[in-house]
């Protein structure tokens, strides 16, 4: 299984574009990457999820190059309720089967005024 | 249902203690997944499985610890004598099982051993 490196910690201001970025030197040819969310007291919540290029839903973009050995989420616009801890797993692509989902530490986003 | 369902959602047990952790997933998901997480850690995984059947275990600590699906449905997740250091919440999500799908969490039990 690819290992993920993200940073521990980020802060960010209400308004800003929030860029948190991933490592995956290992990714296997049939992996995807994956992020989600997590509020405390909640279980995680997907948010986005890619193999290339770009991806962009109604709540982040997804920024992958080339190379794939690292990916970035794009927050645009945080807010205060955007505070939460943001994970980024690469998962195995059993095809048909499901994928062990094995998330790292995580990154803490702090949101302020 | 509508989501993934985990109960009891708070649970105190004392030292030595046997404790069972339920999860029902969403109707029609063959992927369950069992996770352990401490405060204010990240994600401990333990177990997932396909259908009834577990391909990795590779994740549960001891074994006093165990887990089974019944049925492509509900898991129960089991701590035999249960220690101290078993207190965390423990996560339970499903998928469709297809290969990188959308996981879905339920809210957890806190399990606290005293």
């Known amino acids: 299984l690819a290992k993920t490196t993200q940073p521990i910690s980020m802060d960010s201001y209400e308004g800003q574009e929030v860029n948190i970025t991933c490592s995956h030197n290992n990714i296997a040819t049939n992996d995807y990457i994956t992020w989600y969310q997590q509020f405390p007291s909640q279980g995680p919540r997907f948010i986005i999820q890619?193999?290339?290029t770009k991806v962009t839903n109604e709540v982040a973009s997804l920024f992958i190059p080339a190379d794939r050995k690292s990916s970035t989420l794009s927050l645009p616009r945080v807010s205060l309720s955007d505070t939460a801890v943001y994970y980024c797993?690469?998962?195995?692509?059993?095809?048909?089967?499901?994928?062990?989902?094995?998330f790292g530490t995580g990154t803490r986003l702090q949101v302020t005024l | 249902g509508a989501g993934v369902s985990q109960s009891p959602s708070n649970k105190v047990t004392e030292k030595g203690k046997d404790v069972e952790l339920r999860c029902d997933p969403i109707s029609g998901h063959t992927a369950l997944y069992w996770y352990r997480q401490s405060l204010g850690q990240g994600l401990e995984f333990l177990i997932y499985f396909q259908g009834n059947s577990a391909p990795d275990k590779s994740g549960l600590p001891s074994d006093r610890f165990s887990a089974e699906r019944t049925g492509g449905s509900v898991s129960t997740l089991t701590i035999q004598r249960t220690q101290q250091e078993d207190s965390a919440v423990y996560l339970c999500?499903?998928?469709?099982?297809?290969?990188?799908?959308?996981?879905?969490f339920g809210q957890g039990t806190r399990l606290t051993v005293v």
């Open positions: 890619g193999y290339k």
């Open positions: 999500a499903s998928s469709r099982g297809q290969a990188n799908t959308e996981a879905f």
């Open positions: 797993l690469v998962g195995v692509n059993l095809t048909g089967t499901a994928s062990k989902l094995t």
